[in-house]
């Protein structure tokens, strides 16, 4: 088909979001620019792999030219670098979908950690997190592709300058790839240098030396040869005594999209029933696509180092931070990816993975406290979705878990160092959003004062594990917002003070607030909880604990919330005088419904009603000043 008999030049606007993102990459300046070079180089073997996928059943895609190959061609003196890759090719449409959309949500991520900083830390962001294709456009004032899909005649041209549109038109089939994709970028004058041997030689080799496709360079205007700077080997099937720490991090980085080192590196072949060899990795820094509500993993699957797929759901999804591949040498290379999905053999291989790391991280963890505490503050929330989910490895993951509490002076305790000095039949926790306020709730007094380490959780999967029944040594997991302690059986540690037991006016004035707020609370009682708070608020025995209810209301998946309990400190100097007034029994209602919002905003809460209580609070102040 000639270039005469298709549709003509079209223009179109890129999505929204690409436009934003090519706004800040060409607009800004950021700290390290060289890895443009590193993502069109991973998209280039990506296409290779996707290539020798399609061959497994249609092997005539490969042509006379079986051989997969990357390359990069200099021109110092027109000003251009060339990515050009013998893949599998885009056609029109593939171009429309592929390059004018995000299509991976972990560069929409970025972008808007981009938008939302305040204090320029987003400028050093690029290197850290792989921005795909729209990162050329950092370096380039013009980006052109040509690509011709693999068993196919019809070659295709985009172009664009990065500044809100793009075109796409037939391309003449003579100038374009055989097979492939070919990337060009005219470079702007500040980037130049990127047309010269020694800055690609010294990029492909630190950020790209491993990827599994041959990387060759060829200078224009030179007299030297094409080389060969990369060899394709695929570093997993080596020894690990002939990898370098520094092998791992740049093979790392090409896998993982980002810049960091990794924390962790598990490099390991799994020979017996099932044969497949594993490369993973934990990164320093978190994600930027953490929390991506599809919580999809991140592991690529290879079969006799053919790539398969990268959506094969290896790891759970609480191990979705770990980064690598498994290449399985039993997996049938002619399976469909949802075949594989389902295979038994798949079903081994991700029960021993997932067991392994595991296991690395247990050995670290007692190993190295400091190197296990750094993992944990970075992917702590995550691990732990696993307590929700996963009974069969929930024993092991609560002996990994890590947790600051009530007495441990921001340091992380786990729940082994807990149990050693338990003195009660419980393991009492605190949950909420914010660790400093959840440390001074003051459910938490009749704790610290009888010296009882409480568990501070201010994840919001720390709402949902400790719900599920779960227990360590055969002690339940207890809320201190939630239903009756037996803490009057425990004696105070020394120096502390026992509550005095309720008056008869105290009593009286309790009995009172029950009735004025019997629309509002369950009970109102006298609380061993407190020792310095006048009032808090609890969930009753039979309701959910305080912190879930309010995320599941927020989220309108509570109908009907449940009342809580008003818990009274009877020995508070207030308490005391409240007792004693002898105020009417509409202004002792407004002082009952004060002490309620006032547990409510100690909860970090509003009041029920602001504006009632507003008035209630200009009665009491008007009085006050008579």
């Not at 003509?8 to 890129?14: D, V």
């Not at 470079?187 to 690609?200: G, Q, S």
């Not at 080596?238 to 490099?267: C, M, N, W």
């Not at 820094?285 to 991140?298: A, H, M, S, V, Y």
Request: aromatic share 8%; charged share 25%; hydrophobic share 40%.
């Amino acid at each position: 088909m000639t270039t005469d008999t298709v549709s003509a030049p079209e223009t179109h606007a890129f999505e929204a979001d690409v436009s934003k993102l090519l706004h800040m990459m060409v607009h800004s300046v950021y700290s390290d620019k060289d890895v443009f070079l590193r993502e069109l180089i991973s998209n280039a073997a990506d296409a290779c792999e996707k290539l020798r996928y399609e061959a497994i059943s249609n092997p005539a895609l490969f042509g006379a030219d079986p051989q997969p190959r990357i390359t990069l061609v200099l021109d110092k003196e027109a000003g251009t670098i060339v990515v050009e890759d013998n893949g599998i090719g885009m056609s029109a449409a593939d171009m429309g979908e592929t390059l004018g959309t995000i299509a991976r949500s972990g560069t929409k991520a970025f972008m808007d950690k981009l938008t939302a900083d305040k204090n320029g830390e987003g400028q050093q962001l690029i290197g850290q997190f792989g921005v795909g294709f729209y990162s050329a456009f950092m370096v380039a004032g013009n980006v052109d592709v040509v690509s011709r899909r693999a068993g196919t005649d019809e070659a295709a041209s985009w172009s664009s300058d990065g500044l809100g549109t793009y075109t796409i038109a037939p391309a003449d089939t003579a100038e374009a790839p055989a097979r492939g994709t070919r990337v060009t970028l005219h470079l702007l004058d500040d980037a130049k240098t990127y047309a010269e041997r020694y800055t690609v030689e010294r990029i492909v080799k630190a950020q790209s030396g491993h990827v599994p496709v041959p990387i060759f360079i060829k200078e224009l205007g030179s007299e030297e040869e094409e080389r060969q700077v990369a060899d394709g080997a695929a570093l997993w099937t080596k020894a690990k005594s002939d990898i370098s720490e520094e092998d791992y991090a740049d093979f790392y980085r090409s896998v993982a999209g980002q810049f960091d080192k990794p924390a962790l590196t598990l490099h390991y072949r799994a020979e017996g029933r099932h044969e497949y060899s594993v490369l993973t990795f934990i990164p320093e820094t978190k994600p930027f696509d953490l929390f991506d509500p599809d919580r999809k993993g991140r592991i690529k699957l290879y079969v006799r180092r053919v790539f398969i797929t990268d959506e094969a759901e290896i790891l759970p999804r609480y191990l979705r931070f770990v980064r690598g591949l498994v290449d399985s040498a039993d997996l049938p290379l002619n399976m469909s990816r949802e075949m594989i999905q389902d295979s038994p053999v798949l079903s081994a291989i991700q029960k021993g993975v997932s067991n392994r790391i595991l296991s690395e991280l247990d050995k670290i963890a007692t190993s190295d406290a400091d190197r296990y505490g750094a993992i944990w503050e970075n992917f702590g929330a995550v691990l732990k979705e696993g307590l929700y989910e996963d009974f069969e490895r929930r024993a092991q993951l609560l002996g990994l878990a890590r947790f600051k509490t009530s007495t441990s002076n921001g340091q992380w305790r786990s729940l082994k160092d807990y149990a050693a000095s338990l003195n009660q039949t419980a393991i009492y926790y605190a949950t909420g959003t914010d660790l400093d306020r959840i440390a001074q709730s003051p459910q938490l007094e009749g704790f610290k004062a009888r010296g009882i380490e409480v568990l501070l959780l201010p994840d919001q999967v720390d709402s949902f594990w400790t719900t599920v029944g779960v227990d360590y040594d055969g002690k339940p997991f207890k809320s201190v917002t939630q239903g009756a302690t037996d803490l009057s059986l425990i004696p105070l540690a020394e120096g502390s003070a026992a509550a005095d037991a309720p008056n008869e006016d105290v009593s009286s004035f309790i009995s009172f607030a029950k009735k004025a707020l019997a629309d509002q609370v369950s009970d109102v009682r006298v609380s061993d909880r407190l020792t310095t708070s006048a009032v808090c608020i609890v969930a009753s025995e039979s309701a959910m604990d305080l912190q879930l209810e309010r995320m599941l209301a927020a989220a309108g998946q509570v109908p009907e919330r449940a009342k809580p309990v008003l818990e009274v400190n009877a020995g508070h100097t207030l308490i005391a005088k409240l007792g004693q007034t002898g105020a009417s029994d509409e202004e002792r209602s407004d002082l009952a419904f004060l002490l309620l919002d006032e547990a409510r905003i100690a909860e970090g809460q509003p009041p029920a009603d602001p504006r009632a209580f507003a008035e209630r609070l200009e009665r009491l102040m008007a009085k006050s000043l008579n």
